[in-house]
Nanobody, 124 residues
Framework: QVQLVESGGGLVQAGGSLRLSCAVS????????MGWFRQAPGKEREFVAA????????DYADSVKGRFTISRDNTKNTVYLQMNSLKPEDTAVYYC?????????????????WGQGTQVTVSS
């Protein structure tokens, strides 16, 4: 398994932007599919975005398409989530996750390593 540490969360006004980062320990980062999920109070954890090991394949939840961009830098063992045009409904704890199967999955059960989460709050 790998260890994941998210950063970059915070408080932003609606329409603003944030970039989340997830630093991953270990030399096998480039072998993992990476995903971002989020969980709002009282709600289930939900898929946000995922990226293949090469970075060529990405997938997004419909609610964030066109606003969020996932990317990765395999030389820095880091995955990013650029979030633009933020809305109050984007408020949640955002989690980074790693999947050893090398398939771009959108379900939480496919991912076997998780970070501790970073809070994103969007004010109206």
């Amino acid at each position: 398994q790998v260890q994941l540490v998210e950063s970059g969360g915070g408080l932003v006004q609606a329409g603003g932007s944030l970039r989340l980062s997830c630093a991953v320990s270990g030399r096998t980062f480039s072998m993992y599919t990476m995903g971002w999920f989020r969980q709002a109070p009282g709600k289930e954890r939900e898929f946000v975005a995922a990226i293949s090991v090469s970075g060529r394949i990405t997938d997004y939840a419909d609610s964030v398409k066109g606003r969020f961009t996932i990317s990765r830098d395999n030389t820095k063992n880091t995955v990013y989530l650029q979030m633009n045009s933020l809305k109050p409904e984007d408020t949640a704890v955002y989690y980074c996750a790693a999947d050893r199967t090398r398939v771009v999955h959108t379900t939480t059960r496919a991912y076997d390593s998780w970070g501790q989460g970073t809070q994103v709050t969007v004010s109206s």
